[in-house]
């Protein structure tokens, strides 16, 4: 069964240093999600995107954030300088249609922790 | 804002016991989805419901939404060990391109 898969699995870091978090989603999905997890908390939605560009973004998705799609199977996520609030646990979806009409598929994430 | 409440916040239930977890919003639901997650892991997939009164079933987990799709239940029917984890309510976020958003999630433990 297709599934969407993350790496690395765990990522430590500094504080201020830049990490990528990357995803490959499920083949066929053209929707692409990204959602945060501080520990204890809700699963928190930071950004969507769809055709190359960002559909939607939440207020955490700052400056400090991007996504990129550099080819055609691999979706990531980049945080510019890391502070330590940013440790959470990260997770990456993909769905076949959009929001609303499309379930989304979570790969099982990417713990960083930023020391 | 919108949000999703859960409740209960955990639940202990000896193995073979039946259960709910309830899932309310204060606004009508477009898409309410069910989804597990193991402790420290991914978010697994249950279920989706988009009509009033729908209600849908896999192995022993039946999900409904009530008529007026601000509620939904999630039923577990004889637990077993591997029905532990988080259960999370996720709903489309209205009026948006591609938000979702999650309830606060219900932590299940079942004794065996």
């Known amino acids: 069964e297709p599934e969407v898969t993350q790496t690395p699995s765990h990522q430590v870091t500094q504080m201020g240093q830049e990490v990528i978090l990357r995803c490959v989603p499920i083949?066929?999905?053209?929707?692409f999600y990204w959602y945060r997890q501080i520990l204890g908390q809700k699963v928190e939605f930071l950004v969507s995107f769809y055709n190359n560009e960002i559909s939607e973004k939440s207020e955490i998705f700052d400056d400090q954030f991007s996504v990129e799609r550099p080819d055609g199977s691999n979706f990531t996520l980049k945080i510019r300088s890391t502070k330590l609030e940013d440790s959470a646990m990260y997770f990456c979806a993909s769905s076949e249609l959009a929001s609303g009409g499309g379930t989304q598929y979570f790969g099982p994430g990417t713990r960083l922790l930023v020391l | 804002s919108q949000e999703l409440e859960q409740s209960p916040q955990s639940l202990i239930v000896q193995e073979g016991k039946n259960l709910t977890i309830n899932c309310t919003s204060s606004?009508?639901?477009?898409?309410l989805y069910w989804y597990k997650q193991k402790y420290g892991e991914g978010l697994i997939f249950l279920m989706m419901?988009?009509?009033?009164?729908e209600e849908k079933s896999h192995e022993k987990i039946t999900a409904k939404l009530d008529e007026k799709k601000q509620q939904s239940s999630l039923h577990i029917t004889a637990s077993q060990p591997s029905h532990a984890g988080i259960y999370l309510c996720g709903a489309d976020r209205p009026n948006t391109g591609n938000q979702f958003y999650f309830g606060t999630g219900t932590s299940l433990t079942v004794i065996p």
């Open positions: 083949s066929n999905h053209l929707y």
């Open positions: 419901l988009q009509k009033g009164g």
């Open positions: 606004k009508t639901l477009y898409g």
